[in-house]
């Protein structure tokens, strides 16, 4: 029954223009901050680790205006999901720093875009299937029968799904080695042994390890990329990375991979997903932070 209703409710969301989408989720996520839910609790830890900077009232209304961006990102991605790749290129309002992009369009190399969990990702990745072949790592979610729309949705642009394991990785190698592109969420927690401990915003975080090998077997070009949420639509912004991500040591690789990270994420923080226990692992002898 719940399984049911949230899929009637995705379908339904779908339906909403794109600012009334927003305004909705603008209203859930500024409830889910008055309530203190377990996700505002995660984003308060989140934020006070890696803005100690900021005074206690600073940290809450990033909090509070993060928590708005989240209920965004929840309303508008039904919508996004189910809207034509036209509808998306009319929405995609502006273009920051093309120019790295289509160079790497323009090389014969394949290309990983690392795409931290900011802005609205899912729009970012049906905007990039239509412009390159893409392959990306998939998790099914945890209600299987959501399995199919979500697949339907992520790639009907034609984007391939690889599972997240041995088979996958091989997938995105023989995906980079034919020149395509393959997206990386490089926030996400690695599995054991696929990681290793890093700054990120000053915090030890244990950090994946998986495009420092992508790069090394593949010989592919990086790219960072985001899609703001803005006003009618979104903003794709794309940086250089930090070139230390060649580096061989992998703590030193996976350092620039959070500086990166960090990087985008400071142009517009209130968009990150700080609800994500993205510190949930620490090193040994490390107290717990949630």
């Known amino acids: 029954m719940k399984v049911l209703l949230a899929k009637t409710l995705i379908l339904i969301i779908g339906l909403l223009p794109l600012g009334l989408a927003r305004a909705l989720g603008a209203f859930i996520g500024e409830l889910n901050y008055l309530l203190n839910s377990k996700g505002a609790q995660v984003a308060v830890t989140n934020i006070r680790l890696c803005f100690p900077e900021l005074s206690a009232g600073q940290q809450q209304r990033l909090v509070r205006a993060s928590m708005r961006e989240w209920g965004k990102t929840f309303f508008e991605t039904p919508v996004v999901w189910q809207r034509s790749e036209d509808w998306l290129r009319r929405h995609i309002v502006h273009s920051t720093n093309q120019q790295l992009m289509d160079r790497c369009l323009s090389g014969d ?15 970012l990745g049906l905007h990039i299937a239509t412009i390159i072949q893409m392959t990306c790592l998939y998790q099914p979610p945890r209600q299987q029968e959501l399995e ?25 190698v023989k995906a980079l080695r034919e020149g395509e592109l393959t997206g990386i969420l490089p926030d996400q927690v690695p599995q054991q042994g696929a990681g290793v401990f890093a700054p990120f915003f000053g915090v030890p975080t244990l950090t994946m390890t998986l495009l420092q090998n992508l790069l090394k077997s593949t010989g592919a070009t990086p790219i960072v990329a985001a899609a703001k949420r803005v006003p009618g639509g979104f903003e794709i912004i794309y940086m250089e990375p930090d070139q230390q991500i060649y580096a061989e040591d992998p703590v030193v690789a996976a350092s620039a991979l959070n500086r990166c990270v960090e990087q985008i994420v400071r142009l517009f923080p209130e968009q990150y997903q700080w609800e994500y ?6 090193p040994e002898g490390e107290p717990k932070v949630y």
């Open 277 to 282: 226990k993205r510190f949930k692992k620490r």
């Open 148 to 172: 199919a729309l979500v697949k339907k949705a992520r790639s009907r642009s034609g984007t391939k799904l690889a599972p997240t394991n041995r088979r996958g990785v091989i997938a995105l």
């Open 109 to 123: 190399k394949g290309i990983i875009m690392i795409a931290p969990h900011l802005g609205n990702w899912e729009a």
